[in-house]
């Protein structure tokens, strides 16, 4: 017998999203489907598509958007030679093939499971083999891994394909978000409960397009989801926790052990030197505060250790406490002498940990419990007011008599077969919509993590759904779908206003004309090192350190010692690899990523917010790395005689020569005695480098 909720949630089943996907005809107005559907609202308005793109912005808006870094002026000039009927279409087919392809997927996926390569909150630890998992999402989107496929592995890869390494790193996705792992005394009970909230939340968000987590303390207050709901999916995971699984063999283990060793050895005596220098002054210390103490904490740090009783040990840690000098009082009491030797034994053990051994390969995953937990709703939410017990299962609205086992085994492998079911209404929709959000600028749905009451309504309906029963048909292939809309006449169209769309359309919700785009922070990055000269393309591994700012390195580091916490490759040229590969710290992001809207990566972040501030020009033209990278174009520019140079710095820059008007701004700036590493600079300020034609 249903309760007067579940009857009420169940009245709703009616609402768009939850309802299976149907394939509507394609309306006769275009050999192209996607241009038939949004055509069919346009020109009831009596409006159509903007006029074509030319040749060359086209090409630059589309290996920006499909690889996050420019054409350059060789493969400009071999696609504007080419007469051939399908050769924009061998573009996007090459494009497509490239590896940057992965990549510039793979920073949208992040986005939305909210990865980063540390823990987050107070003490934020970096995470030694999360990037496994950066890597799989990387590969999975290059090697057009079915999305279904894509989907259970990091759902349940463990479960699903036993044996299986890369199934296994792709669990990582539940553990992607922050975790709260700091020291001392823990309510574990409560840590506990942030880790399924995430791994909820998780699944809400990247699959199902629902903010689940409305209902954690109450019923959901606008979509049909009960509270008793979003605990069933919390039990899902009630079997499971997160490991750090082998990857390694015996023979890689026992490799790793016997580096561990030998690099101690290099360490250890640089160590004992440094406690040679310290000793005397730290006990001097300890013997100065230990007569400050008070009688009965003194008698208790007196006592041998395995003599004290359980309130004397406490007593004793905390004389320890009182008597312990810190580093830097340490460091106070050393005379010049002293300060100089300890300096440069350190700068020895720096150089040496340069060279520390690579850890052996671990999956930063999630595993099964042996004995899955009794899960109960929670009253507003609290861990300390257990209300009634509920087993695993689905939303009841969208469930349709499916059940998920009480076992621990098979819990999320149930789960992962039920989201990437042709049927199920709502994960070919979700994703679909996240792939033309990513083409055109935005959503058919402008709400990509909210498909409920209060998200946006789909502004093209048919089209959403036409696309959704396509991505299906296709084997859930995002490639296919990728490349669909990129052959539409939409995509190609300009981003030139017309004044009559702008009033009656300033949203562009009937796609009238391109959406203006600007580059993602790291893609901005990206491509100023591409065109500089200076990108390492290699791929993969672990994340890389880069420079940052004094200023930032002393708010991060000012309660420890501050040298080397933030050290930088061997190989100085690994610093200028491509931004996804760079350390993703949640406490600390990179100025210039920071001002171009980078997310924290606390929580998932299905559109990146599009700001427009002072702190963005003046990254752009006075930080330490505009300013090197200006100087390294004006080397590549002098490679060419200085009549050439202002010809190929438009080209590589913006990918189309310099007007007159430009080459006579750069006569006249020359002429004043201006550098070529000034106007270097001054262009990849420009607004034309920063935005997708």
């Known amino acids: 017998v249903l309760s007067k909720d579940e009857q009420r949630v169940l009245a709703r089943r009616n609402w768009w999203s939850f309802q299976k996907p149907v394939r509507a005809a394609v309306p006769k107005l275009a050999t192209h489907p996607v241009d038939a559907f949004l055509l069919d609202k346009l020109q009831a308005k009596g409006w159509t598509f903007a006029k074509p793109l030319g040749k060359a912005a086209l090409l630059r808006r589309l290996t920006l958007d499909l690889t996050g870094l420019p054409p350059t002026p060789e493969e400009i000039d071999a696609f504007l030679a080419d007469p051939a009927p399908n050769a924009y279409e061998k573009q996007v087919d090459r494009l497509m093939a490239s590896p940057a392809y992965g990549e510039r997927w793979g920073l949208k996926w992040l986005d939305v499971v909210r990865y980063a390569d540390t823990n987050g909150f107070e003490l934020d630890a970096e995470r030694t083999h999360a990037w496994r998992y950066r890597d799989y999402v990387i590969q999975s989107f290059n090697s057009n891994k079915p999305y279904d496929r894509f989907l259970k592995e990091q759902i349940a890869g463990d479960e699903l394909y036993p044996g299986n390494p890369q199934a296994l790193i792709a669990t990582g996705f539940h553990r992607a978000g922050p975790e709260h792992v700091v020291g001392g005394n823990q309510d574990e009970e409560m ?40 605990y069933k999916l919390q039990a899902v995971f009630g079997s499971t926790k997160g490991d750090e699984i082998n990857l390694a063999s015996k023979e890689e283990e026992k490799a790793y052990a016997d580096a561990v060793m030998a690099h101690a050895a290099k360490i250890d005596p640089i160590k004992k030197a440094i406690q040679e220098i310290e000793k005397p002054h730290r006990e001097r210390l300890k013997a100065e505060r230990r007569k400050k103490l008070e009688p009965h904490l003194l008698a208790a740090l007196a006592k041998p250790k395995d003599q004290r009783t359980p309130e004397e040990k406490i007593l004793a840690k905390n004389a320890e406490d009182q008597i312990s000098p810190s580093w830097d009082e340490v460091l106070a009491e050393l ?18 940990n340069l060279d520390e051994p690579e850890p052996a390969a671990k999956a930063y995953a999630v595993a099964l419990m042996e004995k899955p937990e009794t899960t109960h709703i929670l009253k507003i939410g609290d861990h300390k007011h257990k209300l009634g017990v509920v087993g695993p299962g689905v939303p009841l609205v969208l469930s349709n008599g499916f059940t998920v086992p009480d076992s621990a085994k098979g819990r999320r492998a149930a789960l992962a077969e039920w989201l990437a079911s042709p049927d199920h209404p709502l994960t070919a929709r979700v994703m679909v919509n996240r792939i033309w959000q990513l083409r055109m600028g935005q959503g058919l749905v402008r709400t990509p993590n909210d498909f409920g009451a209060l998200g946006e309504r789909p502004t093209h309906p048919q089209l959403l759904d036409w696309l959704a029963t396509e991505f299906v048909a296709q084997g859930w292939s995002v490639k296919a779908i990728d490349k669909l809309i990129l052959m539409s006449a939409a995509y190609r169209q300009s981003a030139d206003l017309d004044p009559v769309k702008v009033k009656e359309d300033p949203d562009n919700r009937l796609y009238g004309r391109a959406n203006r785009r600007r580059l993602e922070g790291e893609a901005l990055r990206d491509s100023v090192l591409a065109v500089s000269g200076m990108l390492n393309r290699k791929m993969g591994g672990r994340p890389i350190k880069t420079p940052i700012e004094p200023e930032v390195y002393d708010l991060i580091f000012t309660e420890y010692e501050t040298d080397n916490l933030w ?14 590969y760079l350390l993703n710290k949640r406490s600390v992001r990179l100025p210039m ?12 972040c299905p559109i990146r917010p599009v700001s427009t501030h002072a702190l963005q020009s003046l990254s752009m033209i006075n930080s330490d790395f505009m300013q090197e990278q200006s100087r390294a174009l004006a080397r590549r520019l002098e490679s060419v005689p200085a009549a050439q140079r202002v010809q190929l710095a438009h080209r590589l820059t913006l990918g189309r020569p310099a007007r007159p008007a430009e080459l006579q701004l750069a006569r006249d700036f020359f002429a004043r005695g201006g550098s070529l590493n000034d106007y270097s600079l001054a262009l990849l300020n420009r607004n034309e480098f920063l935005y997708l034609p």
């Open 335 to 352: 005379n010049a002498d002293e300060k100089q030797r300890r300096v440069a034994l350190r700068q020895q053990m720096h150089a040496i």
């Open 567 to 580: 050290p930088l490759p061997k190989d100085r040229s690994e610093m200028y690899r491509r931004s996804i």
């Open 593 to 604: 990523m920071a001002n171009f809207d980078q997310p924290d990566a606390m929580t998932s």
């Open 191 to 230: 840590n506990r409960q942030e880790v399924l909230v995430e791994m909820t939340a998780g699944v809400g968000g990247a699959f199902l397009g629902l903010t689940l987590n409305c209902a954690r303390c109450h019923n959901h207050k606008f979509d049909p989801i009960l509270q008793a709901d979003y």
